[in-house]
C-alpha cells in the first residue's frame, strides 16, 4: 500500500534525512519504490527517486543531501503501472512547476492520460498518481491560483485516493484526502501530512484529523482545512495524540492480521471501482468467456478463492470453471491442455513457486496464461498473457485475510458480469455489507473463541459455493490456533470422519440459503450423535432449531453472502489465536511467500 509524507519548514534546510527517516516510518506499508522532492526558497526542486529498498536506492540517490522548506516522500505500492523509476512517485507536471505524490487509486486514469496527452501535456509514466498533478496542472494552466486549481481537479479524478502537492512559486504545501488515509500535524516552525500517523509521530504529536472530501493547505506551524465541495473552510482544532509508533503502524490494532481484516471494506471497494473502471477488465473476461476449457488455480488460501470463484462462475454463469492445486494441476490437467484452453493462475505474492512451476509445465501446450495477483512487478505479472490486480495493498500478516476476500470478490464480480442477468447484484453496497458483518460478528465470535479455547480437534464442512469457505475458515483456524482442523465438503463427512463426533466434538458447518436444506441433513447427522453443531450463515429457521449456535450473517444474495461467509471465520481464528497465547501475524513454521517446491 503506498505511503506518502510531506512537510515544511520556516526556512531552507537539509530535508533529505527527515524524508528518508519517514520513509523508512512508512515502509511497512510495503512498497517497491521510493522517491523523495524538495523545493527551496528560490523556487528550485530538486526529484530523486528508484526502483528498490529504501536504503539501497538512498545508497544511489544520496536523499540526505537534498535542501528545502518543502519537501515530501512517497513509497509506492505499484496498482498501476509497472514498477519502474518513470512510474515511482513524486512525479512533476509538464514544466516541472508542480511536484506531487499520490497514495490509492486512481480508477479512470487511463482516460485521463489519454486527455492530458490531447491538451498538450508531457505525461512520462502510466502511474495513475501522475495524474494527480497533471489533473492540478490542467487548472492552473487555465488561470486558477493553487489552492482553486487544487480542489477543482479533484472532481476530474475518480477512485481512492489522497495526494500531496506543491507549487514552486508560492510557499504552501496542499494536500487532499479522498477515500485514502491522511493525517496532518503541526508544530511551532513546520507542518506535516501524511498517509498515516508512524511516519509524523516523532515529529509531532500535535495532529489534525482529516475526512474524505477535505482539502488540508499546510504553512509552517499552521493547517487550515477546507471541504473539496464547495471551497469552505473547516474549522477543526488539532489534538494531542499519545500512541507509540509500534502501535499506530498496525493502525491501533494489536496485530496486522486485525487490522487487515478490517480493511476489507476498503480494500473491496478499491476493487470494485476498479472492476467498473479498468479498460483491462472487458478483454480479460472476455478470453474467460470464449475459453474451450477454464481452469483457476493456485496453492493454500489462493486455491480457496479458486474454488470459490469457480462455484461462482458454475452457478451465476454457467461456465464449467474447474478449480485445482497448482502441483495437482501441474501433475495431471496440464497435460491434457491445449490453445484454445484458458488458466487463471491465482497468487497473493504472485511469486509461489508451485504455481510458476505449474504455469512454467503449461506453456508448451500454447494455453492461454490469465493472472489474478497482489503483487504487481511478481514473477507471475511478468509469466502471464494478461492479468488483473487484486488492489489489497500490502498485506503483512501470514494468513491471507483481505487478499482471499478481494480473489473471490474479483471471480463473484465476473461471473455476475457474466451472468443472464448481469448488472442486477448490487455490488456498491457491498463494502457496507463485508464492514457491518465484521461489526455484528465480533462480539458473538469472542465468546465463541472463549467457548473453543481449549479445543485441539475439530472439522469445518460446506457444501456447494460454500466448500472453498469452509477449506479457507479450516486452514485460517489451524494456522494460527495450532489446533488440528479439517475443512470437508459436508456430505463427504459421513463417509469417514464421522466416527469423531463423541459428545460436543465441534464441528462447524458454512452454509448460504441455496445450501441450507442439504447441510441441515448433515448437521443432523452430527447432533444426533452428540457432536456440538455451529454454523455460519444466514438465518433460517430449519437451520436454527438444529444447530447448537448460529454465527448470523447477512442474506445478500447469491453473488454476495458466499463472500461474507468468511469473515466471523477470519475473526474467530484471530480471537482463537490471541485466546491461546499465539501471534497470529507470524505463526510457527510457515512464511508469507513459498519460493521453494
Ligand atoms: O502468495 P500466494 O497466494 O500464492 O500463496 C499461496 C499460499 O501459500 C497462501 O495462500 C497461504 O496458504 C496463506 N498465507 C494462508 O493464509
Redesign the pocket.
Known amino acids: 500500500m503506498c505511503g506518502i509524507f510531506g512537510m515544511i519548514t520556516k526556512d531552507d534546510r537539509p530535508l533529505g534525512e527527515v524524508l528518508l527517516e519517514a520513509g523508512r516510518r512508512l515502509a511497512y506499508r510495503g512498497y517497491d519504490s521510493i522517491g523523495c522532492a524538495t523545493l527551496d526558497g528560490e523556487g528550485k526542486t530538486d526529484l530523486r527517486k528508484d526502483v528498490g529498498r529504501i536504503d539501497d536506492v538512498n545508497a544511489r540517490l544520496h536523499f540526505p543531501e537534498m535542501k528545502g522548506r518543502r519537501g515530501m516522500v512517497q513509497l509506492r505500492w505499484a496498482t498501476f503501472g509497472a514498477p519502474s523509476p518513470v512510474n515511482a512517485q513524486p512525479h512533476y507536471d509538464s514544466d516541472g512547476d508542480l511536484v506531487g505524490a499520490h497514495n490509492g487509486n486512481i480508477v479512470n486514469q487511463v482516460a485521463l492520460r489519454e486527455a492530458f496527452l490531447s491538451e498538450g501535456m508531457t505525461v512520462r509514466g502510466t502511474n495513475d498518481g501522475e495524474s494527480c498533478v497533471h489533473a492540478v496542472e490542467r487548472y492552473v494552466d487555465r488561470g486558477y491560483a493553487m489552492p482553486e486549481a487544487v480542489r477543482l481537479a479533484t472532481r476530474d479524478l475518480q477512485g481512492d485516493y489522497a495526494f500531496v502537492i506543491a507549487h514552486v512559486n508560492d510557499d504552501v504545501l496542499y494536500a487532499v484526502k479522498q477515500g485514502s488515509g491522511l493525517v496532518a500535524a503541526i508544530t511551532e516552525d513546520a507542518a506535516f501530512v501524511a498517509s498515516d500517523l508512524p511516519s509524523i509521530l516523532p515529529l509531532s504529536r500535535n495532529m489534525l484529523r482529516l475526512e474524505d472530501g477535505e482539502m488540508v493547505v499546510l504553512r509552517p506551524g499552521h493547517a487550515e482545512v477546507f471541504k473539496l465541495s464547495d471551497g469552505s473552510r473547516v474549522d477543526r482544532q488539532p489534538q494531542e495524540v499519545d500512541i507509540s509508533v509500534k502501535a499506530a503502524e498496525k493502525g491501533g490494532y494489536p496485530h496486522f492480521m486485525l487490522k487487515e481484516i478490517n480493511e476489507q471494506p476498503q480494500v473491496a471497494a478499491e476493487l470494485l471501482h476498479w472492476l467498473d473502471a479498468s479498460p483491462d477488465v472487458q478483454p480479460f473476461i472476455d478470453e474467460m468467456a470464449a475459453a474451450r476449457r477454464l481452469y483457476l488455480v493456485?496453492?493454500?488460501?489462493?486455491?480457496?478463492a479458486c474454488l470459490l470463484g469457480a462455484a461462482q462462475l458454475n452457478r451465476l454463469a454457467g461456465i464449467p470453471a474447474v478449480a485445482d492445486l497448482a502441483p495437482h494441476f501441474r501433475e495431471t490437467l496440464a497435460r491434457t491442455l491445449g490453445p484454445e484452453d484458458v488458466v487463471i493462475w491465482?497468487?497473493?505474492?504472485?511469486?509461489?513457486k508451485?504455481?510458476l512451476s505449474a504455469l512454467k509445465a503449461a506453456r508448451p501446450s500454447g494455453v492461454r496464461n490469465l493472472a489474478v495477483?497482489?503483487?504487481l512487478g511478481s514473477s507471475?505479472m511478468h509469466a502471464a498473457d494478461r492479468y488483473l490486480p487484486l488492489a489489497c495493498g500490502y498485506e503483512v500478516s501470514?494468513?491471507?485475510?483481505k487478499?482471499?476476500l478481494n480473489?473471490a470478490l474479483l471471480f463473484s464480480y465476473i461471473a455476475d458480469r457474466l451472468s443472464a442477468t448481469p448488472g442486477t447484484t448490487p455490488w456498491n453496497r457491498f463494502p457496507l455489507l463485508v464492514e457491518n458483518t465484521i461489526t455484528r460478528c465480533d462480539a458473538r465470535v469472542r465468546e465463541l473463541a472463549d467457548e473453543l479455547v481449549a479445543i485441539e480437534d475439530l472439522y469445518c464442512l460446506g457444501y456447494g459455493v460454500t466448500y472453498g469457505v469452509a477449506l479457507e475458515g479450516a486452514?485460517?483456524l489451524k494456522?494460527v490456533t495450532y489446533a488440528h482442523c479439517e475443512g470437508m465438503l459436508s456430505s463427504e463427512f459421513k463417509h469417514g470422519p464421522l466416527s469423531a463426533v463423541t459428545n460436543g466434538y465441534p464441528v462447524l458447518f458454512v452454509t448460504t440459503p441455496e445450501d441450507t436444506r442439504m447441510i441441515v441433513s448433515h448437521v443432523s447427522e452430527v447432533s444426533c450423535r452428540g457432536g456440538r453443531t455451529i454454523a455460519f450463515g444466514p438465518a433460517d429457521p430449519l437451520l436454527q432449531i438444529n444447530v447448537d449456535s448460529l454465527i448470523e450473517v447477512q442474506d445478500a444474495g447469491p453473488a454476495m453472502t458466499p463472500l461474507l461467509t468468511v469473515l466471523p471465520l477470519q475473526l474467530l481464528s484471530y480471537h482463537l489465536s490471541v485466546t491461546r497465547g499465539i501471534d497470529p501475524d507470524f505463526p510457527r513454521n510457515?512464511?508469507?511467500?513459498?519460493t521453494v517446491d
Open positions: 493456485g496453492c493454500g488460501t489462493s486455491y480457496h491465482v497468487s497473493q505474492s504472485g511469486e509461489t508451485d504455481v495477483f497482489n503483487v507471475l501470514v494468513p491471507a485475510t487478499t482471499y480473489q486452514l485460517k494456522e510457515l512464511s508469507k511467500t513459498l
